[in-house]
């Protein structure tokens, strides 16, 4: 259908106004029917937490999501095990053989200082594309507006294809308090300087997708999305829910 006056949405091998959706064990077979009728709608694929290690027929897994032309790729708490147990160069390989092309580079459970990050990125992105985290998992820390920007600036200027905003699968954590309630002073300071082509904010329900829409415009990229709710998601940014309803309206905000 063709008749409607909608929100120009970026399509095909998209660059940004990306959605990336999180698989905590989607069984294969419940996931090959999901991806047959929603497969357009996903860009990326994060298998969540450190899953991916023990997930069964996890070869075949990447190999589906790739069919469709999704980008699979290990969540960061993995990264991490991995970096306290000194075994990246295995780590690496395995996802190499795996055939997995993108990286998360995280501190969302560990104390890892920027520097140490920025050079594991300066290493990696010659053979992954880097993905990096920003924030903390634990909602008791707090890290200045001004350090979330110079630490997404320096990431991005390290190599990182995109820099993540972290929000638990939650809504819990980062860029929300622990009551869910999303630090809008926060987000507003960031969208200003920053290109948010190259931000992938974590919005975990469809109330914090709204939110980011309504913010920063339809193609804004978002991270943490439940598989089943990607239909639910595009409606959104296509202005066909009541709280979206008139961004074909408006100007295109910031993803000129």
């Known amino acids: 259908m063709d008749f409607l006056e909608l929100p120009k ?27 047959k009728d929603y497969h357009s709608f996903i860009d990326i694929a994060k298998l969540g937490i450190g899953s991916a290690y023990v997930t069964p027929n996890i070869s075949q897994k990447i190999a589906l999501y790739q069919t469709y032309g999704i980008k699979p790729y290990c969540g960061g708490t993995l990264f991490e095990k991995c970096y ?5 160069t295995e780590y690496f390989a395995w996802l190499k053989k795996l055939g997995i092309e993108w990286l998360e580079v995280s501190n969302g459970t560990l104390d890892i200082s920027l520097e140490e990050r920025l050079q594991i990125i300066s290493k990696a992105k010659d053979y992954f594309y880097v993905i990096a985290e920003v924030g903390s998992k634990d909602s008791t820390q707090e890290m200045p507006i001004s350090e979330w920007r110079a630490e997404i600036e320096l990431l ?32 507003q300071e960031l969208i200003k300087g920053l290109d948010c082509r190259k931000i992938i904010f974590e919005a975990p329900t469809p109330k914090h997708q709204m939110f980011f829409i309504n913010e920063v415009g339809t193609n804004v990229n978002l991270g943490n999305v439940k598989l089943t709710d990607t239909l639910i998601l595009e409606t959104q940014r296509q202005g066909l829910r009541s709280e979206t309803f008139f961004l074909e309206e408006q100007e295109w905000k910031l993803l000129l």
């Open 9 to 35: 949405r970026t399509t095909g091998n998209r660059s940004y106004g990306l959605t990336s959706i999180v698989d905590f064990g989607t069984p294969i077979g419940e996931l090959e029917h999901l991806l």
């Open 84 to 88: 306290l147990q000194q075994k990246l």
């Open 156 to 187: 991005l200027d390290a190599g990182c294809k995109y820099v993540i905003t972290e929000g638990r699968d939650s809504g819990t954590a980062g860029i929300y308090d622990q009551n869910g309630t999303i630090k809008s002073d926060l987000i």
